[in-house]
């Protein structure tokens, strides 16, 4: 029904892979007979990210540097899916790593695409409610993360006023919060 709305690809050459990044630039065709080169498109693996509450209903959040938009970020617990996972299993993995909490309350809230118009990753988003802690963390030797505990109305305040920027977090902060208040705590 679309198939006029796509574009055509010429050519593809790999410009940069390592483990941080796979960057492609292609020769594309547009449905409208204009050839767009280069056009540059990445590809890394999926992730989860969690919107954990504990059990008084606070968020369970993490902060971190973020070297796209210079600056340490308020975020919820979020991570690559490693070969082999799940997304749930690696949801689940976050959390503990990230935060040393786990939860026996999943509910998968969405699978979005952060960036479609340059990326062909998802996020798989969870939320885990009335989680509680069992350990430190456990952080990977690249992860330089503080976990913080924000109650619900903070957090909204947050959202509104452009102090929690992560745009799939936000998507998934609404998503649960709709969740969250359709069932009984």
């Known amino acids: 029904m679309s198939e006029h709305l796509k574009w055509k690809i010429l050519s593809k ?3 940069k892979r390592d483990r941080w990044v796979d960057l492609s ?3 594309y065709l547009l449905p409208n007979g204009m050839e767009l080169k280069p056009f540059y498109t990445t590809h890394s693996r999926d992730f989860a990210v969690i919107v954990p509450r504990n059990e008084a209903g606070e968020y369970l959040c993490v902060r971190q540097f973020r070297p796209g938009v210079s600056d340490v970020t308020t ?3 979020a991570g690559a899916i490693e070969e082999g ?4 299993d690696a949801a689940k ?3 503990l790593e990230e935060t040393g ?3 026996d309350h999943w509910t998968f809230l969405c699978r979005i695409s952060p960036n479609a118009t340059i990326a062909d990753n998802s996020a798989w988003c969870f939320a885990a409610d009335q989680c509680r802690r069992i350990s430190d963390q456990h952080l990977d030797a690249s992860e330089c993360v503080d976990e913080k505990t924000i109650p619900a109305e903070e957090l909204a305040e947050m959202v509104r006023t452009n102090h929690f920027i992560q745009a799939v977090h936000i998507a998934a902060y609404y998503m649960a919060e709709r ?3 359709a069932s009984p705590s």
């Open 13 to 15: 050459e790999t410009v």
């Open 25 to 27: 630039a292609g020769r």
């Open 75 to 77: 975020e919820f617990p």
């Open 85 to 88: 996972e799940t997304p749930l």
């Open 93 to 95: 993995r976050e959390l």
């Open 101 to 103: 909490f786990v939860s």
């Open 179 to 181: 969740r969250f208040s």
